[in-house]
């Protein structure tokens, strides 16, 4: 269980701006050391990770999908990020920007909500593995046809094999669809609509 810990004035006159851009006005330790570990404030790492993603240039070579990715002017302040997120369902969740909007690329109160992993897994679209096949369709030596698979929860599903990778491909979504169908109504809104609503590119 994470304590806060007050800050003090020189810890808090050592404070930089996060990636030149965040600014972290919390009165107590957001990373303290205890006992030679260091311990990281859920919220703020909530925090740390989404400004990460946007303005870490490192970050995003290795994660081009997020380029052109902003943090909106309120969510720059850590305190008003942490007060968003308290009222939200966030535990055991990770924060997500482009299921209620799709192709969003602005992290803010409008545009975000934490899912679980069950449906961020879901809902990847593996565009840099997957080759110039449309999403879950890969060609099998084998057989010379073109294979539709779908994982849930890390399992894999074959669902058919097609002469082209288009029916293979409407095959995909029509199983896909299904599963998503199944999750949404298992949601409270906003995502529950956002997810019925849902389009498989």
Not at 45 to 69: D, V
Not at 96 to 122: H, M, R
Request: net charge positive; glycine share 4%.
């Amino acid at each position: 269980m994470f304590i806060e810990i007050p800050a003090s004035k020189k810890s808090l006159a050592c404070r930089k701006p996060l990636h030149g851009v965040g600014i972290n006005d919390a009165d107590y330790l957001t990373q303290p050391i205890i006992n030679g570990k260091r311990i990281r404030c859920l919220f703020y790492r909530a925090w740390h990770n989404m400004l990460n993603r946007c303005y870490n240039a490192k970050y995003k070579i290795k994660r081009p999908t997020y380029n052109g990715c902003t943090v909106c002017d309120e969510w720059l302040l850590f305190s008003s990020f942490k007060a968003w997120m308290i009222k939200q369902d966030w535990k055991g969740k990770a924060l997500d920007k482009d299921i209620l909007i799709q192709g969003n690329k602005i992290y803010s109160p409008e545009t975000c909500v934490f899912v679980t992993q069950e449906i961020n897994a879901l809902l990847t679209n593996s565009k840099a593995s997957r080759g110039n096949y449309p999403q879950g369709v890969s060609f099998d030596k084998k057989t010379g046809k073109y294979k539709a698979n779908c994982y849930v929860n890390g399992k894999s599903n074959h669902i058919v094999y097609s002469d082209t990778p288009e029916a293979a491909s409407e095959a995909y979504k029509a199983f896909k669809y299904k599963v998503i169908a199944k999750i949404a109504n298992e949601q409270s809104e906003p995502l529950k609509s956002a997810l019925l609503n849902y389009k498989i590119n």
